[in-house]
């Protein structure tokens, strides 16, 4: 079962970052981003192998003709009261969340299928998943203005 799920994950991300890669901004990209995110949830608690390689740096990259890009976010949803306020980028988000999933994709790409599953499940938990739930909510209330 992890293995089916870690394939599984690995399809949606790399539909996402090919989406991304080629600068198909249509309605689809938020829904590549809330399977990724779906998914994510679901990733098994992997253990990395003491002979997987450091993941590549993916190449530069840049997301070009964004619908938008600065957006609002509270930075403590869960307060009691409403706390500070900031600007979210979409830009931001989506390049940091093409290269922590690029980073997985390389490792399970290499054969390394448990190294990338306990790459996607810790980024998630600590960084991209933040991203990819900031791009989906900017996205979301884009499409409804």
């Known amino acids: 079962m992890p293995a089916l799920l870690l394939d599984r994950f690995a399809h949606a991300a790399r539909a996402l970052c090919d989406a991304l890669e ?3 901004y249509t309605e689809t990209l938020a829904a590549g981003i809330a399977e990724v ?5 679901q990733l098994p608690a992997c253990e990395p192998t003491s ?3 450091e993941p590549a740096e993916p190449p530069p990259w840049s997301p070009t003709a964004l619908p938008f890009d600065l957006y609002w976010v509270v930075l403590d949803p869960l307060a009691d ?3 500070e306020v ?6 931001d988000d989506l390049t940091d969340l093409r290269a922590d999933l690029r980073a ?9 299928a448990e190294d990338a599953g306990h790459s996607w499940r810790h ?3 600590t960084h991209w998943g933040a991203h990819a739930h900031g ?8 499409r409804r203005s």
Not at 37 to 41: F, K
Not at 104 to 112: K, P, Q, S
Not at 135 to 142: D, F, P, Q, T
């Open 22 to 24: 080629t600068s198909t």
């Open 37 to 41: 995110l779906s998914l994510a949830e």
């Open 51 to 53: 002979g997987a390689p």
């Open 81 to 83: 009261t409403p706390g």
């Open 86 to 91: 900031a600007a979210g980028s979409l830009h």
């Open 104 to 112: 997985g994709l390389d490792l399970y790409d290499l054969g390394f």
């Open 123 to 125: 980024a998630y938990r």
């Open 135 to 142: 791009a989906l909510w900017a996205l979301s209330h884009h």
